[in-house]
């Protein structure tokens, strides 16, 4: 299968200070990618969708200002987490897809702010 | 937006059982997938099905697309202490919506 990487695994910030996530999709070119974000023993919640070159489609209760997403190019997307504080603390997965209908999930990155 | 229905919602199984989980959607899919999501990772692709009524394995994994398009099931036989996780079906259109995840706990 295709591979997703997402960088850091792990990130301890303090309360108001702004962090980035980055995805990359390693051996194929991502025409979308996908923001997820998903609290202990609960599914995955869609924050957003991205299109490289445009800008992202946030779901609904996604406040596109705090979560900013910028995906600049066929392998990158970066998810910024501003002003963060700790009710944003979460497991952040990023997933992408090319020219086929699959999705494939970065290993997540565990944010905790303190 | 479109609701996936995964059941059951845990199963504690012993070694070697066989294993059953299904989804239902009120709509219609034209891909179902599964997913098996390990602690502190991110989902890995088990099976995609693309046309109704499609049969495919994945070694002791066999999942079928509902003749209806509004169904899946996964089928996970002989279970092994390493099956353990949850398990997420998801049906894609234009988007991907998943459903709540089936948690899986083998005994030795």
């Known amino acids: 299968g295709a591979v997703v990487s997402q960088h850091p695994s792990r990130v301890i910030c303090k309360s108001g200070t702004s962090v980035k996530i980055e995805c990359r999709s390693l051996?194929?070119?991502?025409?979308?990618m996908f923001w997820y974000r998903q609290f202990p023993k609960k599914s995955l919640m869609l924050m957003a969708t991205s299109n490289e070159g445009s800008k992202a489609t946030y779901e609904q209760g996604v406040e596109k200002d705090k979560f900013l997403i910028n995906h600049a190019s066929l392998t990158l997307s970066t998810l910024t987490v501003t002003s963060a504080h700790p009710e944003d603390s979460s497991f952040y997965i990023c997933?992408?897809?090319?020219?086929?209908?699959?999705?494939?999930f970065g290993p997540g990155t565990r944010l905790t702010v303190t | 937006g479109q609701q996936l229905n995964q059941s059951p919602q845990s199963m504690f199984i012993q070694e070697g059982e066989d294993v059953s989980m299904n989804c239902t959607s009120s709509?219609?899919?034209?891909?179902w997938l599964w997913y098996k999501q390990d602690p502190g990772e991110g989902p890995v692709l088990l099976i995609a099905?693309?046309?109704?009524?499609e049969l495919t394995s994945n070694g002791r994994l066999t999942a079928q697309f509902g003749i209806t398009r509004k169904d899946s099931f996964l089928n996970i036989s002989a279970s092994i202490p390493s099956d353990v996780g949850i398990y997420f079906c998801a049906g894609h259109n234009n988007d991907m919506r998943f459903g709540a995840g089936t948690r899986l706990t083998v005994k030795p």
């Open positions: 099905l693309y046309k109704a009524g």
């Open positions: 709509s219609i899919f034209n891909t």
């Open positions: 051996d194929f070119q991502a025409t979308t």
């Open positions: 997933s992408a897809r090319g020219g086929f209908s699959e999705q494939y």
